[in-house]
């Protein structure tokens, strides 16, 4: 009698096992089979597409987004509106217990995401991009096929057979010709009913994890919120600000714009080139780095790749980035911040940038850097400068206009070091959190 490979141990129900002859599942109990999907199932691709073709009826289509966003597919949908064939209809007519599949994506790990269909659906067919699989019920169930098309094995063989470059497809042959499990009818449903029950408790306890990572950045943001409107002295006398949002902050505290801030030698706020001055034509070699929206947004210098010519930096001096310049973005991802460090090399600034010249005498760089893109007070400022509650622009004239909170800078120097502390203390814990919902999704693959 063969024994159940070591890491089958834990559930070994079993009197026997055999070789499954494919590396990736190992032995299977004796009486399972192993079958191609054509030979369990009816697989179809769709030809039926958005567009509204006269003398053909009216359909609803079930398309990939559909599939991508939902575990089962139910009437309260909103399906595109399309047309069809008679043919068309016969075929592609969504049916319960029918399971669809993504086949045509940017994404090649995105290929064979699964959907059960939880009804009958009248009038909705099958989209173009998705491939229709109805289970043979004398061979296999749906509530089995739905779950195995989630399990590693089958991902396998699905993305190794998606072919592209900048968009992958599964091919027809590909798909008939997978390998799956087959075991026997009861115990199919046997295992579709446990995978649901123990499936419901994982998720339920992801869905605990995730309201514990929004609670700890709620935190976060309170924590912050405060450390820069009241301080972190709990004792210190306090004061109205004269600014309605504001409230109240420490008496021997002043209120700023950015521009107040400035270096006296150099300005705070410099505007990087204009598109007519520096073109993205420009920005594809050279010695001298153009620090850009991915060095900014990963903070790591050496991010980015975009590099002008030594002629062209001399053109552009007037934009040049110094070590201690904070670098604000303000396009797009607008609003986030690094300081130039010691180690960066010579570079000048995008012109989806703004770069801050702070004196020393009135700012610490790294207070600025988190009232700009972690205490919302810079981005909340603007947006009503705009009558805007989203942003994808902003300009110098605003930003030297919004009004910081402002301690003493030695105190500044305490406060970014109180909140370095405590938010590396939180992130810690939601990065944990995040690992532990990670093993939670890898229990049901």
């Known amino acids: 009698m063969n024994k159940a490979p070591t890491r089958q141990n834990k559930r070994a129900t079993y009197p026997g096992y055999k070789p499954s002859e494919m590396d990736w599942v190992g032995d299977i109990p004796q009486h399972w089979q192993v079958h191609r999907l054509k030979h369990v199932a009816l ?19 079930c398309n990939y987004v559909d599939v991508y966003y939902n575990d089962f ?14 043919s068309e209809i ?77 968009r992958f497809g599964l091919g027809k042959y590909w798909l008939d010709n997978g390998l799956f499990l087959v075991p026997l009818l009861d115990e199919q449903k046997a295992i579709a009913v446990f995978l649901d029950r123990e499936t419901a408790l994982i998720d339920a306890l992801i869905e605990k994890r995730r309201c514990q990572i929004e609670l700890l950045h709620e935190k976060r943001a309170a924590l912050i919120s405060y450390a820069v409107t009241k301080g972190i002295d709990p004792s210190a006398p ?17 209120g700023k714009g950015i521009k107040n801030l400035r270096s006296e030698c ?9 598109g007519s001055q520096l073109h993205s034509s420009e920005m594809t070699g050279g010695e001298i780095k153009v620090f850009n929206q991915r060095t900014v947004i990963d903070r790591g210098i050496t991010s980015g790749e975009n ?38 090399e010579k570079g000048i600034l995008h012109p989806c940038h703004m770069r801050l010249q702070l004196d020393e005498n009135l700012a610490y760089d790294r207070y600025i850097e988190i009232l700009i893109q972690e205490s919302g007070l810079v981005l909340n400022q603007l947006q009503i400068m705009s009558n ?20 003493p800078v030695d105190e500044q120097c305490a ?29 049901t693959s």
């Open 388 to 407: 805007s509650t989203t942003m994808e622009v902003i300009y110098s004239e605003s930003l030297k206009e919004v009004f910081l909170p402002i301690p």
């Open 73 to 86: 597919i139910r009437g309260g949908l909103d399906f595109m509106a399309a047309t069809a064939k008679r």
């Open 307 to 344: 590099y002008i010519s030594m002629d062209k930096f001399n053109q552009l001096i007037a934009f040049e980035v110094f070590i201690g310049d904070l670098l604000v973005t303000t396009r797009c991802t607008i609003a986030r911040c690094m300081i130039v460090p010691e180690s960066a």
């Open 238 to 254: 306090m004061k109205d600000s004269g600014v309605e949002w504001l409230g109240e902050v420490p008496e021997h505290w002043d």
């Open 43 to 61: 697989v179809q691709f769709s030809s039926v597409d958005k567009h509204t073709v006269d003398g053909e009826d009216p359909v609803r289509l």
């Open 90 to 166: 016969e075929r592609f007519q969504l049916r319960q217990g029918d399971v669809l599949i993504t086949k045509d994506l940017e994404v090649w790990d995105d290929i064979a995401l699964p959907e059960y269909l939880a009804e009958d659906l009248d009038g909705v067919l099958c989209g173009y991009y998705l491939a229709h699989i109805r289970p043979s019920l004398q061979k296999m169930q749906s509530e089995y096929l739905f779950p195995a098309f989630r399990s590693h094995g089958v991902n396998d063989q699905c993305w190794g057979a998606a072919n592209g470059i900048t």
């Open 266 to 274: 150099k300005g705070a706020v410099k505007t990087g080139p204009f």
């Open 415 to 443: 406060i970014a070091a109180f909140l370095d502390r405590e938010t590396a203390g939180i992130d810690g814990l939601a990065e944990k959190v995040e690992l532990s919902i990670d093993r939670l999704r890898e229990e």
